[in-house]
């Protein structure tokens, strides 16, 4: 049971609200009251679910850990299913208003391909928040926040790369490079193996135009 538990699919909405929870001063502040004097959206915000606010931060900062994208509607190449219509419809009648400037919060991929993999959509509020209106699709893979760790900035990447070719040079018998068996032929082969695979990430993260995490979670260039 904990290990069926330990290995559910992500349920990125909930990670969101954990992001959240984690600021006190955030959520004190949608406790009280928000200013939004600019706001592209005309809400009664005592109408609104507070648990479905969230600032640009806590947006942010889910989007790095997942490499998710945060994007304008017409980037997403998806339908939208029937039950976000119907809850924007119940939101412009509840709030006597007609809603603009939708987000999706997704993977890449839902960017570009037609794919379900829980995309979220969002309408600004004021103030860099936002209001989290449906959530569909399949949940995440339970892994992919740890897959995608290496890919939040270069330490992470270096660190990876190192910890990947301890374990290669560990499975790499010794005496196909020395008839014996020494530390200081085990970090000469440690050393060529990580040269080879950061040659290797290096090349494939150019020639793809990939970049890192906290590069691309507002970016609408497919090659992120």
């Known amino acids: 049971m904990m290990k069926m538990k330990l290995f559910r699919p992500t349920n990125i909405a909930e990670k969101l609200m954990d992001a959240r929870a984690a600021n006190a001063s955030l959520m004190q502040e949608i406790n009280s009251c928000i200013s939004r004097p600019s706001s592209v959206n005309d809400f009664d915000l005592e109408l609104l679910a507070t648990a479905s606010i969230f600032h640009l ?18 980037y997403f190449k998806n339908d939208l299913p029937q039950e976000a219509f119907d809850k924007i419809a119940a939101l412009e009648t509840t709030h006597s208003t007609q809603l603009s400037g939708f987000k999706v919060m997704a993977p890449s991929k839902l960017f570009r391909l037609k794919n379900t993999d829980d995309p979220l959509l969002f309408v600004p509020i004021g103030n860099d928040y936002f209001y989290l209106i449906h959530q569909w699709g399949d949940d995440l893979s339970p892994f992919r926040k740890a897959l995608m760790w290496p890919f939040k900035n270069i330490w992470n990447l270096l660190i990876t ?25 085990f970090w000469m082969v440690y050393f060529f193996i990580f040269k080879a695979i950061a040659a290797v990430v290096l090349y494939a993260g150019f020639a793809t135009g990939k970049n890192f995490n906290p590069a691309i979670w507002n970016s609408k260039y497919n090659k992120a």
């Open 57 to 74: 931060d806590t947006i942010k900062e889910t989007c790095i850990d997942y490499r998710l994208r945060f994007l304008d509607l017409k």
């Open 161 to 185: 790369l190192l910890g990947v070719s301890w374990i290669a040079t560990s499975l790499t018998p010794m005496a196909i490079f020395s008839q014996t068996t020494s530390w200081s032929t």
